[in-house]
């Protein structure tokens, strides 16, 4: 069965930290894809990032970069310099071949960016 | 703006009532999944359609059903309402079937049962 766990419930920083929140999940597939979302205060679901399980590229978007490692079942997002905004709820989620990409995320870390 | 609109944004109504909640995908998306979010139970997928058939199930209870119609657009019924089944519904969709494919959330219904 598949599983996502984000031990970290909570983070606080001080802006312009550098803040890694971490992802394990567990599959057994050998096709799937990895998700990060984000859920502001505001409580709507932005989507971040996919990637898909042949792609250990590591990847980078503005402040925001991913770390995928497949020997640790793993995929980790690191924001660089945190800005206030950068506060909210984060979810990791996975979907499965066959699964009829169905999501399972994992319980979310809450960051907290404070001045 | 995901493109997912949801109706209504909140509810509130009590225990052992039925209320419905609609979801209107994307333009041009086939597939629709329907998510609960609670606090002891975290984000749950409940539900998916594709194009007007029924595609996958997940933690639903017996008490809910949902339904895509020939338009696209889904409803999620809730029946004999419980104070558990307070929670924040999300609707999503998807351009098609398949591991891989972006889901793309609406902003949610905020279901309150006193």
């Known amino acids: 069965a598949q599983k996502v766990t984000q031990a970290q419930t909570e983070i606080s920083v001080v802006e312009k930290e550098d803040v890694t929140l971490d992802c394990v999940y567990e599959t057994r597939d050998t096709t799937y894809y990895l998700f990060w979302y984000k859920q502001p205060p505001s409580g709507e679901l932005v989507f971040l990032i996919r990637r898909n399980s042949f792609d250990e590229q590591n990847e980078i978007s503005g402040r925001y970069s991913w770390n995928f490692q497949k020997s640790t079942s793993s995929f980790n997002f690191t924001i660089t310099a945190s800005q206030v905004v950068d506060s909210a709820v984060y979810f990791c989620a996975l979907s499965e071949a066959g699964t009829a990409s169905k999501l399972t995320f994992g319980t979310g870390t809450r960051l907290q960016v404070t001045l | 703006d995901s493109g997912v609109t949801q109706t209504p944004k909140h509810l509130i109504t009590a225990t052992g009532q039925r209320v419905t909640l609609r979801c209107s995908p994307r333009s041009g998306d086939l597939s629709v999944y329907w998510y609960q979010q609670s606090l002891d139970q975290g984000l749950q997928f409940l539900i998916q359609?594709?194009?007007?058939?029924?595609?996958a199930k997940g933690n639903i209870l017996e008490r809910f059903s949902a339904q895509q119609f020939p338009d696209l657009h889904s409803e999620l019924n809730l029946s004999s309402l419980e104070l558990g089944d307070s929670a924040l519904y999300f609707c999503a969709s998807s351009v098609a079937i398949g591991v891989g494919y972006e889901q793309f959330f609406g902003p949610g219904t905020r279901l309150t049962v006193l």
């Open positions: 359609y594709y194009n007007g058939e029924e595609r």
